[in-house]
């Protein structure tokens, strides 16, 4: 993601918003960043009402809460990066790993709840079933699809876990550089032993493909 998106993600953001908190965005705070104050960006927030606060130039204290929660992530993001040996490219799906579980912990600044039941209790949101915790860059074993083997392939692609899938409902695959990315949907109890115990068609667990090194 480039900074030249923020535009286009924010819009995104504020359907997914409407649609499913029932819920619209009145202000928006953020820094004197010029993907926050650029033309396209004001525009929007214009033409649906929204009101623009941002801070002082090089004061990240008046935007105390946004900076204690990027740092929090940044520090989870890397502890798991270097403590599983797991490649920087891969840093986007740590966030947003790091961001599944964030949201799913206890906290003792809202009396012992998680972020996702706080929100719960504060508007009627469409439920979703918890994912098992894993642990990030663990191994783990994926099933081989019919489609995808012959009668002597091996049945599971070792792989590594990367981060929680959400709203997945069929099989994807994506290829990298250094892998493929395997998002496995699991259609019933059966079928995938191997992916997140629990896991369904509307939530599944997220694995890459460690390269093979080099000889």
């Not at 202000?27 to 993907?35: L, W």
């Not at 079928?191 to 090194?213: K, M, Y």
Request: aromatic share 8%; proline share 7%; glycine share 6%.
């Amino acid at each position: 993601m480039n900074k030249s998106d923020v535009c286009s993600r924010f819009k995104k953001i504020y359907k997914m918003v409407s649609t499913q908190y029932q819920q619209v965005i009145r202000v928006f705070q953020s820094d004197n960043s010029g993907e926050y104050v650029n033309g396209p960006m004001q525009e929007f927030m214009q033409s649906y009402g929204i009101r623009h606060q941002t801070s002082n130039s090089y004061s990240p204290q008046q935007n105390g809460l946004t900076e204690r929660k990027n740092r929090q992530l940044l520090e989870v993001v890397r502890a798991s990066l270097f403590g599983m040996n797991v490649p920087l490219e891969y840093w986007g799906e740590a966030v947003k790993s790091t961001a599944y579980l964030i949201n799913r912990n206890s906290s003792r600044v809202i009396e012992f709840q998680n972020p996702l039941q706080q929100l719960h209790n504060l508007i009627s949101v469409l439920l979703l079933p918890n994912l098992e915790p894993r642990v990030f860059g663990c191994v783990m074993y994926v099933h081989n699809l019919k489609p995808q083997r012959s009668k002597l392939d091996p049945r599971a692609k070792r792989c590594i876990f990367i981060r929680f899938g959400v709203g997945i409902d069929k099989n994807n695959e994506e290829n990298r550089e250094s892998g493929n990315i395997l998002e496995r949907a699991r259609p019933n109890r059966d079928t995938t032993p191997a992916v997140v115990p629990g896991a369904d068609a509307s939530q599944s667990p997220t694995t890459t493909e460690p390269s093979r090194p080099s000889r």
